[in-house]
């Protein structure tokens, strides 16, 4: 029987405590799942496990050989979930008493996402699988170890089980909240009340003769000073009393359209009749499409089906596409891991950035990295904090066009929302490849499906998301009052048709 075990594991990095843990423990048959926020220390914890990195105090007893898939690696000549598959295949195939998997279903079609469920179900040693996708931990893990203020504990049950704990418990922490700001606000009111009362005490009553205002003055002094320690022990109870934090949300971002260099042209990126190969293979036939200026166009379709494949030939303006002349790329591409790893995290933006130093700050700080992490170097990052810093320097540079294969593999929940936020506000074009159904569902309005060589060009999204001219509507309107003269006729009319797209969606 293999055992695992992990007990007041301490990890320093950089001077800083990065996490401690609870007694973690796994045995043969447990299939673990490994969850946190990006930078947590997730893949670090899987490292100590491995016997990667020694540099921890604490226990740390493994009785057999650890098989760890790490989170990034070189792709070579394999699509990013082929690439995946073909690591987690192989490490499978040593049968490994404890296997370590880190963000395995990063860039996997739905079909291998499946596959890749059901296969770890059956695994036969200890599995720990780090990861935040959420239908591969509830359909894989038996035990959660979750990262969370900086120490990991382990709770026994299934990944719903453990949310819906979750969830009790802040809405508990809420409840409190609630019921403490209550009582501090009774007492504070109850010790206003004693003051006013202290005051009167010290006045005296407005029928005192002088003779009795003089007798009576230290008494009511005495009197007056007792009632007003009584409310300041009031103050102090109300201050102290309060222990829980008030839960904070992060605000979202919004682009303005002034921001961005205009579009000219009725069309931003086409093709016609495209017959598209690689290595002699045909994998779309005849494709037509056309997207115009605010369209957000998701490009759906299984691994190695050819989305990156397209959209490298739209950026090489190969015969048979187009892409507008002033269209300005901003290109994120699948696992990107090619900023310069010796430059800090604030170099690398206020390279890229064309915002002013506090907006740049902001749309950091919405995706989480703040103000500590400007001095940090990228190549210190983790997996989640450098994509996050990638997607940035492209976000904040000026584009008006936004092509993103794969943006969401690695990014924690908050991050994906940020992320998912920004683009619904973003005026200007999006063509993006995301394995993630939810944040296509909220992102896009407009599909493009790569089917059995074919693209399918449905006018809405598959989920059935009714297409929106909303951002289209608004850019253009945008566009038109930057324009040198005036044309208050199409103001008008555009300005009328944005009313009824808003009207159309409540
Ligand atoms: N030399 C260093 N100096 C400062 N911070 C460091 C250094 N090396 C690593 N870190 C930080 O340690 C933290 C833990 O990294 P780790 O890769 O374990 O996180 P993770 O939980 O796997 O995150 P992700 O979900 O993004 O993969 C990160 O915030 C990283 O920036
Ligand atoms: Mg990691």
Redesign the pocket.
Known sequence: MTQLLLDQLSKT??G?P?FTTDRLSAQTGDRVGII????????????IIAGQEADFTGTRQVTDTVVLVP?IAPTEDKSGGQSMLARVRTALAKRPAILIL??PSANLDDQHQRWLNRTLQHFAGVLLV?S?DRTLLQAVATTIWA?DDHHFSQYNGTFDAYEMDKQRRTANATDAYRHEQRERHDLQLAAQKRREKANRVRKGGRNLSAAERGNTKSLRERTAGKIERGAHAMLDRADRQVVTEKPHQVASIKLVATDLPPVQGKYLISASDLDLRRDGKLLLRRASFRIKPGERVALTGANGSGKSTLIDAILAHQPQTHLAASARVGYFHQDMTELPTDRTVWATMARATTLDVNRTRQVMGAFGLTAR?YD??VG????????KLQLLAILVSASNLLILDEPTN?L?LPALEALADYLVGYPGTVLFVAHDQAFRQRVATRTLAVDHQRLADPQSTAQGTPATDLPRLRFEYDQLMQAPELDQAKLKELRQKIAAAQHENG
Not at 380 to 387: F, H, I, K, T
């Open positions: 990095v950089a800083q990065l946190g926020a990006n930078g947590a220390g997730k893949t670090t914890l899987a490292r989170q880190d963000e780090i935040h990262v992490f940090r170097l210190d990052l983790s997996g989640g904090e450098r994509v690695y924690d």
